[in-house]
């Protein structure tokens, strides 16, 4: 076995002292590991937040970037352009 796999492991197991695993309280979040875990237990809370910020951000680019955009004229075969 891979002593860093084993090491990996090892830091994501929850300490009885801390409640947390070592790797949680170091990044704030869980990490993925060779054990297959559900999707959702990876996610945080601070995650989804940033998630949210970002989509807003992007709609407010799209709403200023589509206030001087215009549809461009239909080409025709043999059109100079």
């Not at 090892?10 to 704030?28: F, I, T």
């Not at 979040?29 to 940033?50: F, G, M, V």
């Given at each position: 076995?891979?002593?860093?796999?084993?090491?990996?492991?090892?830091?994501?197991?929850?300490?009885?002292?801390?409640?947390?695993?070592?790797?949680?309280?170091?990044?704030?979040?869980?990490?993925?590991?060779?054990?297959?875990?559900?999707?959702?237990?990876?996610?945080?809370?601070?995650?989804?937040?940033?998630?949210?910020?970002?989509?807003?951000v992007?709609?407010?680019?799209?709403?200023?970037?589509?206030?001087?955009?215009?549809?461009?004229?239909?080409?025709?075969?043999?059109?100079?352009?």
């Amino acid at each position: 076995m891979n002593p860093f796999l084993a090491l990996l492991e090892w830091r994501n197991c929850p300490s009885e002292q801390l409640s947390q695993a070592p790797v949680e309280l170091l990044m704030g979040r869980k990490t993925r590991t060779t054990l297959q875990i559900a999707a959702p237990l990876l996610d945080t809370h601070s995650a989804s937040s940033a998630r949210i910020a970002l989509q807003q951000v992007k709609n407010k680019q799209t709403h200023y970037y589509n206030c001087t955009a215009r549809q461009q004229p239909i080409l025709q075969r043999g059109q100079r352009v």
